[in-house]
Every structure is written in C-alpha cells, then in structure tokens.
C-alpha cells in the first residue's frame, strides 16, 4: 500500500535569452516550467543591459499565449478578403505554394516572386531573401528605407561603413551628444542611460526634434525643428563651425577629401533663410555650433525621424556625416566609432548568398531603374566598402532591397515588369506603407496570384492573403545576432541563444518556412534542418560554434573585435571610392546627384496653401515597437484609438477637445483621428500616432476599419516627394489640415 505524498514540484528552468521585442536586444532570464513560461524579468549579468526590461519585454510571453494567434495555416476557400478560411495542414499548403512559385517561375521568370519582411523579430529577421537570392529573385523588400537605411547609405558614401549614429557617448569621456531625430527615451533605453551617465559625468546634451519630448526636457539646448527641414539645420550648422573656424584641420588635412567643395557650398548659403526654413533661431543654432564646435568628442545619435522625411533624407545624412568628420570626431574615444563589418566571420551579404544573385538581376529590382543604389550603383559602394574591410563583398547589402512601392505597381500595372507572387513576413503592408490605396490595389489586384502571411496575428494584409501560416515568437526560437540578425555592421562580435521554449506544434519559424519551401524547389541541400546549424556556418571561420557564444551570455567578440570602448583606430583606407572621407561623394556625382549635402523639399510641400498646418507621423513610445506590441494589454491601454497629438491652441481654433474625434487630411487623403492635446508640438504641427487598431474584421472592402483610421492614407510614396537615391518615402514634414468631425 503506498500512501499519497505531497504532489511532485514541476522544476523550474531559466533560460537567458536576448530580448527580441525591439532592436536593443536586452538580455533577458525566462523561467520556464513543463514547457511553460511563467516569468520574465532582466538579467544582472548581461554584460549590455545589466538588468534593463522594458514593458515590452516584461510581457512578451502575452503574446505568446495570446488567445487571438494564428496557429494553424489557413487556405482562402472565398473571395479575396471573404473572410473564408480552411484550416490546412503546413505540408498541404507549402506543397500547393511551391508548386504556384514552380508554375510562375517556369512562365514568368523568379524575379515574378517577390518577399515583403517587416523590422527586426528575431534572429531569422529576412532570411528569406537568401531563398530568393538562391531562387534567383532581387525582389526581397525589407524597411530599410525608413530604418536607418539612409542613415547607413549617407555615413557609407562619406566614410565607407555605417551606421555609426548608435555609438553610445561614453561617460567621462564624450563632452557632448546630440540627439537628432531619435527618442531613445523610448526606442533606444539602454543608450538613453549611456546619455544620462554622461550628463551625470559633465557631458552637455543638445536634442534636435518638432517635439518638447522626454529627451528635449533634459537637454541643455533644445533646438524645436521644422519637421522635415533638418538639411537646412545641418547646413547651417556646417556653416557656422566652418565660418567661426571650430573644425579639426589636422583630421580634415589627413582623412578626408572634398572641403574645399563642401566649404565653397556651405559658407555661400545663407545663415538666416535656413534658420527661417527649418524654423530655429540663428542664436540658437550659433549656441549649438559653438557648443558642438568647442565640446569634443561629440557623439551624434540620429533616428529615424530623419530617415522618414522622404526627399532630403540622403542630404540630411550626408550632411551629418561631414559634420562628424568635419569636427574631428570619428574613430575617436567617447566619438563615433567605424566599426565595418566582422573580419572573421560571415554576416549579411555571406549569410544571405547575395552573391548567389546574378549581377544583371540586381540591376533589375523593382526600383531600380528610378533609385540608382538600388541597382547599378551599388556596386561601386560595394567594392569600395570591400576594398577598405578585408575583401568582404556584400556588407551593406541589408540597405540595397528592392522598393516596395515600386513592388506594389509592379504587381497592379506589371511594369517594369510583372510580379505575380508574394510572401510576406511578420509584416502588415497595409497599415505599415504610405499610399495605403496603392498598397490595397496590388493586394486586391487579379495579377496577384500567389499572396501568403507568415505572422503570429492577422492583419489587414493577412485578410486579403491566400495562405496565412502561423509564425514562432522570438521566445520560440533560436536568436543568432551581429547587432541585429545578420547586419553586421557593428564589427566582430555576435550573440546567441537556443530557444526559451518550444513553439506549439502547427507553428514554424521563418528560416524553418523558407527551408522547407526550398526542399519542395530542389534547393534542400542549402538549408540544414536546424536553424544553428546554418548559423554555425557564420561562425566556423572564426573556429566559434552555435553552442559556445550561446553560452556565452552576452555578446561575444572575434578576434578583430572593435567595440565602442576601444574605438579609437582609424581604417588605412576608407570604404569610399578616394579611399578618405569624402566630403564631397564621387558616387552621387557619379549618379548625376548632388556631390555635396544640399537641402531638398517633397513636392507636395510646395503648393499646398489650402493646407496650413504640418503632420508627422510615427514616433515611438516605450510600450510599442511597431506591431510587435500591439497586442499587448498595456499598449492598449495607453493607445486605446488611433490618436494624433495638437497643439490647444490650434485644436481651440477648430472647436476640438481633448479626446475628441476629428478630421486629419493631407492632399492625399483624410481620415478620422482622436484628439490628444499638448502644447509640446509647435502650434502648426501635428503628430499622427503609427497606426494599428486590431479591432475589427478582415472585411474586404474596409479590413480592420483601415480606411477610415490609417494614417498612411494621408502619406506620399510618390517619387518625386521621395529621395532619389534609394526612394525613401514621405511619412513626415506632409501639408496637411484638421477640422472637428460633425
Ligand atoms: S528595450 Fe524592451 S523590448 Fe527592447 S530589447 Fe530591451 S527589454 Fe526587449
């Protein structure tokens, strides 16, 4: 006879993982039971984040066990958009969408399919454009555009490596940081707290933004910009530093190429029409090119609040390269570090086979007949970048992806030429894009045969899809990293983990989806079964493994490892045409562009008198990273309604309280918005939250009530409000309008 015991205590695991719910990447201990997780919380011993979690990473595994997750695949059995779905299994529905890319392929060419992949959920973050890069494809899209694409290009094209505007300021060392366009408060806390270490040390802060935000509240010099006008600001900037002869001759002397262009075009603008323009007052922008001028090092941490003002971005960019370069303050301790690409082991361009896509393909990705980088310019940048960090092709390939507008009127109009197939990723195109109405006729269009989601939720973009397959959270799936998946760009060092727990059974990761896929096309033999054994080929040259850097809690340095501590040596040769620091771009003047930074506006700017007022859109907050949060009971609770934010003054002259629901219209469109009132915004200035409203059905004419709500209604995609380098579009510095809903 056995008498009953006290009942068995289910272990408890804990796991560290890197936190995959933004792009800061804490370090994260997940306890886990029976395969469960029950608790969350900051790891002390992360050498990065020593303890750090945010609200989003406190509550990851709500989304995890979310009860509206897809977790089965599903087929379209109606109408696009009808709302009918049948459950299939995953080999049913892979076996019938290769078999569709097989038949397209074979008639239309592979460059008829195209992949769509939103920003950064894990360490498998656009693998997928190794299988069109293998299948033969250039039509991967990526958001880069809008994500430190231009940032990186700009840097690139002046120094040849990038982006060095994360370098975090290092505290007694670093005598002034500049935060532009970034509210790192939010977006970025782990270098928000290197900020306020090095205020706390003497280091001054001087923040670049339309809003009085959090970061703007501590600074000692707040300069409230125009939204869109940053170029001129730069300028004048440049300006002045050259004028008043606060630059580091000995570092111009030696590295760079092209001031004397840049002095002749700077020093002949005038100081006063761009104060006017960008809407800061010449004493304040004098205050901050003396404080710049006579505080090195100065650290610059841009954001993408520049990357997302369309037409000037590249110039912005450019114009904060040689402001850097200019000041002396590159490759210097506590400045910005030039970190390049890892020497030892493979990273983006190796890791996605860019190679493995011919050269005459790459020239014709949509897009690349308008966007010179996106095709036959980029070459010339990679071979340069090459050429100064040891031979290493193809770094920079993470910002060379085809244009998704273009992707759009491919697949409506066929021109250039028809694309017939797409795969979206962790992505919702119709809320995320601009010209939203562009976006919905492709997705709606009788040319789109093929359209599948692979996400965790639905979407708008999933509801018209004829396949959504359900995808791992990053908590169920190894994470594998150079700064961010396979980028790179941030020297030798990666990081690892196994996954905190398995996924549930009908789900899969996105490299397991684009393995498996690729078995059914003949090209098996390139995907081994396991995610780290792929990832083990990145480190093998390194004589690393999977299992040793996962152990290694925390990111772990190669041999040539250049961290941000120890970034004070200078490249012989920079990764640009000259080999020096171009100040003026022999690539733009090659491209028929403006070979120094100079200062554009959208066209719809222009003309648009019956629209007063400016909008911007986007914005972070540390409860959200795009819709990677959204689901989240305490995003919600904060961002119940797609809100804007008004001035009182403005919203008093239009009769709209706060909390009110009222009419937001550019030239391009208009849609409903709910009032926040703050007298943080200048009074002609409205700022549009990014939109996400999952309430609602997928119906096909109105799929989660976007047409009357999103915002990228009201944005531009068109080319001629874009930058013409890589087609980065129009989400802020839009004419628009507001009136009170009747
Ligand atoms: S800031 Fe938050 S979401 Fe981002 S990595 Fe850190 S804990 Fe995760």
Known sequence: MTTAGPAPVTPVTTRPVVCCGCTQQCGLRVDVADGRILDIRGDRAHPVSAGYVCPKGKDAAELVYHPDRVLTPRRRIGPRGSGQWADVSWDEALDDIAARIARLTAADGAR??????????????????????????????????????????????????????????????????????????????????????????????????PERTREARHADLWLQVQPGRDAELALALLHLLIKDDLIDHAFVREHTTGFEDLRAHVTGLEPVALAKACGVPLSRLQEAAALIGRSRPTVFNAGNGLCQTGAPVIQIGRAIACLIAVTGNLGVAGGHALLGPPRDMLANGDMLDAAALPEAERARRVGAG??????????????????????????????????????????????????????????????????????????????????????????????????????????????????????????????????????????????????????????????????????????????????????????????????????????????TPSGKVELSSSLLAAWGLPAVPTAAVPALGRDAADFPLTLTTGG??????????????????????PAATLHPDTAARHGIRDGDWFTLETPLGRVRQQARLSAALAAHVVCADRWWYPEGTGDAQDPYGLWATNINVCTSDAADDSDPVMGAWLLRGLPCRVSKED
């Open 112 to 209: 008829s399919l195209a992949y769509s992949y939103g920003t950064f959920r894990g360490g498998d973050w656009g693998i997928g454009e190794r299988f069109l890069n293998r299948h033969g494809s250039p039509n991967s899209c990526g958001q880069d555009k809008i994500c430190y694409g231009p940032l990186t290009l700009a840097e690139a094209l002046t120094y040849g490596s990038g982006p060095t505007v994360f370098t975090a300021p290092v505290a007694g060392i670093t005598r002034c940081v500049v935060v532009w366009g970034m509210r790192p408060a939010a977006s970025a806390p782990l270098l928000w707290r290197a900020i306020g270490a090095a205020q706390k040390a003497g280091a001054q802060l001087i923040v670049i933004d």
């Open 370 to 575: 308008r966007y010179p980088f996106l095709g036959h310019g980029y070459r010339g940048l990679d071979d340069a970048v090459a050429a100064a960090w040891y031979g290493r092709q193809h770094s920079l390939n993470w910002i060379a992806t085809a244009h998704e507008p273009s992707l759009w009127q491919a697949i409506a109009d066929g021109t250039p030429y028809p694309v017939k197939a797409l795969i979206v990723q962790h992505h919702n195109p119709l809320g995320a894009n601009p010209n939203a109405p562009a976006v919905a006729r492709a997705l709606q269009s009788p040319n789109l045969e093929l359209c599948v989601v692979h996400d965790l939720f639905m979407s708008p973009t999933a509801a018209l899809a004829d396949y959504v397959l359900p995808a791992a959270h990053w908590l169920e799936k190894p994470y594998f990293s150079f700064g961010i998946a396979f980028v790179g760009a941030f020297g030798d060092y990666v990081g690892a983990n196994h996954a905190a727990t398995a996924p549930p059974p009908g789900v899969r990761s996105d490299y397991e989806l684009w393995r498996d896929l690729a078995q059914r096309l003949g090209d098996g033999a390139a995907w081994p079964a396991r995610a780290e054994d792929f990832y083990a080929r990145s480190l093998a040259p390194a004589g690393l493994d999977f299992d040793t850097v996962a152990a290694a809690n925390g990111p772990l340095f190669g041999a040539a490892a250049r961290h941000p501590d120890h970034a004070t040596e200078l490249p012989p040769r920079y990764g």
């Open 620 to 641: 972070r907050t540390i409860e959200g990273f795009h819709e990677n949060a959204q689901h989240l009971r305490r995003y919600r609770r904060t961002h119940a309604h």
